[in-house]
């Protein structure tokens, strides 16, 4: 049974959000400290997802890293997965996120200013 279970993580087990994450942005050329600036998180953060083995950010910054790389709907969810998060269906903040990256919109003043509106957490 172990066989099979190990077989079976090895064939279902995605990336690891910090490989997953340092992948994305080594494929889109960028910067470390331009990523985790425009994402508003200081270096302190950024560092630790670097360096600390299996550390998982708050939903809200893994969000924040999707909009500041500017990836569409499925690289985001792709991203949250990998984090243990998702973007649900029944929750306002969720489906406002969503909207903008379908829409292609990474402005967070702009987000924040919907959210606001819709009384949900804004991405601080």
Do not use: W
């Not at 998180?41 to 083995?53: G, L, N, P, Q």
């Not at 569409?72 to 969503?98: K, M, P």
């Amino acid at each position: 049974m172990e066989e099979k279970i190990n077989e079976y993580l090895k064939q279902n087990k995605t990336d690891e959000f910090k490989n997953l994450l340092f992948s994305i942005i080594d494929e889109k050329q960028l910067k470390d400290s331009d990523v985790y600036k425009k994402a508003g998180i200081d270096r302190k953060m950024f560092s630790k997802i670097r360096c600390v083995h299996h550390y998982i950010p708050k939903k809200n910054n893994v969000i924040k890293l999707c909009l500041s790389l500017s990836l569409d709907l499925d690289q985001t969810n792709q991203l949250l997965a990998s984090a243990g998060y998702q973007l649900s269906t029944n929750n306002n903040f969720d489906l406002i996120i969503r909207y903008f990256i379908e829409k292609g919109i990474y402005d967070f003043d702009l987000i924040n200013d919907y959210l606001y509106a819709f009384q949900c957490t804004v991405l601080n």
